[in-house]
């Protein structure tokens, strides 16, 4: 496919509530959308789910937007044919910039896919019909505002869920949330890598609550002191922040670091490397599940097929639409019956609604 036309579109959407995590506190998400039209005139979509601020990850919005202005618009431009897979190889010499590439894949793969008429679940070979998500509850100012929070959520229908911990905010909230919502139910905690290696015994008394994983709890560059911790603890321990590509996710696990990941397409590079650290976890036994990063739902429609492949372990953080925005960019993803349909119509991404886009884009930047 040769690119006749490649735009950002810089958007800020509201969020229904304040979202905090170890890194960050927000009440609106900040992205841009990669929108592509082909020489044949087929439009594709990607999302960008970069932050703001660093934290989660080096490189911000502003990085990867930097990142398609000056140095991968200007080599696509001159090339006469473009695929999803050339994407991966633009991270070459390029650190950094692995949320810049998978919006920019998930785009060039969306125009291929509409061109060929074939979802993204027929691609990679998905057959599932829906997914059963799992919602994140951000940190709360005290626990009444959490357990109402929580409450809502499995009142709507949420199969698992997934809260924040931190130094000092960890074993007494947990077994709040635990003593709540009884012995079975499926939670599981996420540090942000906000603890350090002398620093764990905390950590290590969850492992009376019968957690499903403890996610990132050491910094993503401490795999020594993540694989003392997990001959330490009964709860399987997750990565999520250090993992940036599948040769990384089978290091880490054949080093016991961990032995669960959480897969973020952005995070990686795109939708074809997340799909290839998900074969490299089932080809190791390890578990693994698909994360996000309060994307629309130009974004989501990637996380929801990914979340519905047989190597999923877990249940994905793949909520609904409306846990993030009142108004989607896009037809909102619904929870019905505590399922979230896996979209099956041609392409990588749900396109934006127009008018919808037009109400919250804050700039639109033309790179070819
Ligand atoms: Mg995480």
Not at 118 to 133: E, K
Not at 150 to 168: C, H, L, M, T
Not at 189 to 211: K, P
Not at 354 to 359: A, G, S
């Amino acid at each position: 496919m040769k690119i006749s036309r490649l735009e950002l579109i810089h958007v800020t959407m509201p969020m229904v509530s304040k979202f905090e995590s170890a890194h960050s506190s927000r009440s609106e998400r900040e992205l841009f959308l990669v929108k592509l039209t082909s020489s044949d005139g087929v439009t594709g979509w990607g999302e960008c789910a970069a932050e703001r601020i660093a934290g989660y990850s080096a490189e911000t919005i502003g990085n990867a937007a930097h990142a398609i202005r000056n140095t991968f618009g200007p080599k696509l431009s001159s090339r006469s044919a473009v695929t999803a897979a050339d994407i991966d190889g633009l991270g070459v010499g390029n650190p950094h910039t692995s949320f810049a590439r998978s919006a920019l894949q998930q785009a060039v793969l969306d125009a291929e896919l509409r061109t060929v008429n074939t979802s993204l679940a027929a691609y990679i070979g998905v057959s599932a019909d829906y997914v059963s998500p799992g919602v994140v509850v951000g940190m709360q100012d005290d626990d009444r505002a959490l357990l109402r929070e929580v409450d809502g959520y499995i009142a709507d229908g949420y199969q698992r869920i997934k809260f924040k911990i931190e130094p000092g905010r960890d074993v007494q909230v947990v077994r709040t949330v635990r003593n709540h919502v009884g012995p079975r139910f499926l939670l599981q905690v996420d540090a942000n890598g906000s603890y350090r290696g002398g620093d764990t015994q905390s950590l290590i008394l969850l492992d009376e609550f019968n957690l499903a994983m403890v996610e990132q709890p050491l910094p993503p560059d401490d795999l020594e002191g993540s694989k003392l911790l997990a001959a330490q603890m009964s709860t399987p321990i997750c990565l999520d922040e250090g993992i940036a590509t599948a040769a990384d996710a089978r290091h880490a696990i054949e080093f016991g670091a961990g032995s669960i990941i959480n897969v973020k397409p952005g995070r990686v590079g795109g939708i074809l490397e997340a799909h290839r650290v998900q074969r490299e976890c089932a080809a190791l036994s390890a578990g693994c599940w698909i994360g996000g990063m309060l994307e629309t739902g130009v974004g989501r429609h990637a996380n929801v097929v990914l979340a519905a492949d047989v190597s999923c372990t877990h249940p994905g953080d793949v909520s609904a639409s409306r846990r993030y925005f009142a108004t989607d960019l896009t037809e909102p993803f619904e929870l019905i019956d505590g399922r979230v349909e896996v979209p099956t119509e041609p392409g990588a991404a749900r396109a934006p609604i127009p008018e919808v886009l037009k109400r919250f884009t804050t700039s639109v930047e033309r790179i070819i």
